[in-house]
């Protein structure tokens, strides 16, 4: 569902999708996924490591950044800011950031000084101790703490 936002200011926006450390297909997707829904965008601002889309659905953007989560593997944080109010009701604008693990799906990883295969990467990523040994669902705040193990 496009909501309409005929009349707006042109540089009207309800939510900033941020993507950093990213590949160049994560920001090929997103950039897709907006064109496709129709999705009015304010502006474009290119960081030192990433963009910030200003994005008139604050609906929608959420929405991609999960799906960005499921497909790319990631660590997704979404706040809130209250803008002003209408009409008595209060208006928030919402940040939607996207940062990509730096390993993925069948990568094998140190974590904690051992060695794991990453077998999903979702809402957690899941990991399994090498040889075959327990499995771990770790948040992504721990994804700074595990490194992509040496190509052979």
């Known amino acids: ?12 926006f309800e939510a900033i999708l941020q993507l950093r450390d990213v590949s160049s297909a994560v920001i ?4 897709q996924e907006i064109r496709h829904n129709l999705i ?12 910030d ?3 008139a659905d604050s609906k929608f953007t959420k929405a991609l950044g999960k799906r960005l ?12 800011s209250l803008y002003g109010q209408k009409e008595g009701k209060e208006i928030y ?7 990509q693990a730096s390993f993925q799906k069948r990568d094998t990883v140190f974590y904690r000084g ?14 399994q101790k090498l040889p075959a040994g327990k499995k771990l669902h ?15």
């Open 28 to 31: 090929k997707y997103a950039e």
């Open 40 to 51: 009015p965008l304010a502006k474009t601002v290119t960081t030192s490591n990433g963009q």
């Open 69 to 80: 989560q499921q497909e790319f593997g990631g660590q997704l944080l979404l706040t809130a």
């Open 93 to 99: 604008r919402i940040t939607v950031l996207f940062r």
């Open 53 to 55: 889309y200003y994005l």
């Open 114 to 127: 051992e060695e794991y295969k990453v077998l999903a990467m979702g809402k957690e990523i899941v990991v």
């Open 138 to 152: 770790l948040k992504y705040k721990e994804m700074g703490k595990i490194r992509k193990a040496p190509a052979l």
């Open 1 to 12: 569902m496009v909501r309409s936002t005929l009349g707006k200011h042109p540089l009207y």
